[in-house]
């Protein structure tokens, strides 16, 4: 290309002459990733499924270190890149160079930079070289730790970005939530908006749409064109999307490769496959059985989540809403996002051989440090009977003494053999969390 081709490309996405719209901000974000970008001498990757908001938050970032001259923002989802190539990498590099002309070393942020095969060639290049900070991003978790550790080797920070949370939902829709006086005040609104965020999730663009169903069909079908059967390749278009389906329809639930396999008439090898790529393009993710031994985890089964309880619904086939599996889901997603800005915490299951149960077990370092149950409704004796004694036993296994359940509404605590069992309601624990 040109470089006045490429020059206007990028004029269009950076500060230097205009201001950039920037989205409303997603602040936990940027004040978590700019000390990573500035401080770490490492290259920062952000990744997450599409349409999650990375793009705005990098565009956010650009601005909070300065925007102007020493930023350059290139999004490789631009249509106007033609050759999306290492050349037009270098030839956007030198470009910025010499027409824009930094005065200090720049920010370089890559966004959707899976469009460009070898590109690690290139971040390794300028990196070593001094040349720039990088930020780079992408729409596969395949950007995740495993796979940069060798294409960037160790030269890398991982972030993983989500939709939005309910604190986030909750900004979006201007319904202020600071503090807790604010929080009881307009707790009806809150209440409500939760019922709307549970149905339809958290995808920026579809929290701002009126046509929301509309847009997460779209989403599903670009995800699995895009990020399952384009990028790898997949005859069985069919087969994959009926597996995604499956899963969608499915969260919250415990699930075997090979009991899928006979349901789905599809060949184990197939599925463990088709599992892996639906994960890589962060649809779905799986939390497995904690257990001591490793190979138990492996061989247990593991329970689905959907990224997103809009794309499950959307997606899923239902006659009813599930609200106590939805619930359950949007608890998995919020620890997912806390896991991102505590890499340090592990998040299973736990079951032991009397099929007692909890949902979450929250494991950091060492110890087993939280034990979560969700239950949407507690009238029922023999329900809560069943997600209490889950618990204790639980709680007395990793000596915890306090374990929670989050309701629908329901709100108290009580002691059990010594043990405290604490219920919150679903939307004060989001807004704690």
């Not at 890559?110 to 971040?123: G, S, V």
């Not at 899928?260 to 497995?288: G, H, M, N, W």
Request: hydrophobic residues 40%; aromatic residues 10%; proline residues 2%.
């Amino acid at each position: 290309m040109r470089k006045e081709e490429i020059l206007e490309i990028l004029s269009d996405w950076n500060f230097w002459a205009k201001e950039i719209d920037t989205g409303i901000n997603r602040k936990d974000y940027v004040k978590k990733l700019i000390p990573l970008i500035t401080e770490t001498n490492q290259i920062v990757c952000i990744a997450g499924i599409r349409r999650s908001g990375k793009s705005t938050i990098i565009k956010q970032l650009a601005k909070e270190l300065g925007g102007g001259v020493n930023t350059l923002l290139v999004n490789f989802e631009d249509e106007r890149f033609i050759q999306r190539d290492l050349k037009l990498l270098r030839e956007i590099f030198d470009t910025y160079l010499e027409k824009v002309k930094p005065n200090s070393k720049p920010f370089i942020f890559l966004d959707e930079i899976q469009n460009i095969p070898e590109w690690e060639r290139f971040a390794r290049g300028v990196h070593e070289r001094k040349e720039a900070t990088l930020v780079i991003s992408g729409s596969s978790s395949k950007l995740l730790s495993a796979e940069l550790a060798t294409l960037l080797t160790g030269r890398n920070i991982t972030f993983f970005a989500y939709p939005l949370s309910f604190k986030e939902f909750l900004r979006f829709r201007s319904i202020s939530s600071t503090n807790e006086i604010e929080v009881l005040a307009k707790r009806i609104e809150i209440k409500r908006a939760l019922d709307e965020f549970m149905e339809f999730g958290g995808f920026p663009e579809v929290v701002l749409s009126t046509d929301k169903k509309r847009i997460l069909l779209g989403y599903f079908e670009a995800i699995i064109t895009k990020d399952t059967i384009d990028r790898f390749n997949i005859r069985e278009r069919e087969k994959i999307k009926t597996l995604s389906k499956f899963y969608l329809t499915n969260i919250s639930s415990p699930v075997s490769f090979n009991k899928v396999s006979s349901f789905l008439d599809i060949p184990l090898t197939t599925v463990e496959r088709f599992s892996d790529y639906i994960q890589t393009a962060c649809l779905v993710f799986f939390i497995k059985k904690y257990s001591f031994s490793m190979k138990e985890q492996e061989k247990a089964q593991r329970k689905v989540y959907s990224i997103d309880s809009g794309l499950s619904n959307a997606i899923g086939f239902r006659f009813t809403r599930n609200s106590g599996k939805l619930m359950e889901n949007i608890v998995a997603i919020q620890l997912k996002i806390r896991q991102s800005f505590e890499p340090g915490i592990e998040i299973y299951y736990w079951k032991d051989q009397s099929g007692r149960e909890v949902d979450f077990l929250v494991k950091d370092g060492l110890k087993v440090s939280e034990l979560i149950q969700v239950c949407q409704d507690l009238s029922d004796m023999g329900t809560k009977e069943r997600e209490v004694k889950g618990l204790v036993r639980a709680m007395e296994e990793f000596n915890i003494k306090k374990g929670l359940i989050i309701t629908e509404d329901f709100e108290g605590d009580e002691k059990v053999r010594n043990n405290e069992i604490i219920y919150v309601p679903l939307w004060k624990w989001l807004l704690s969390s």
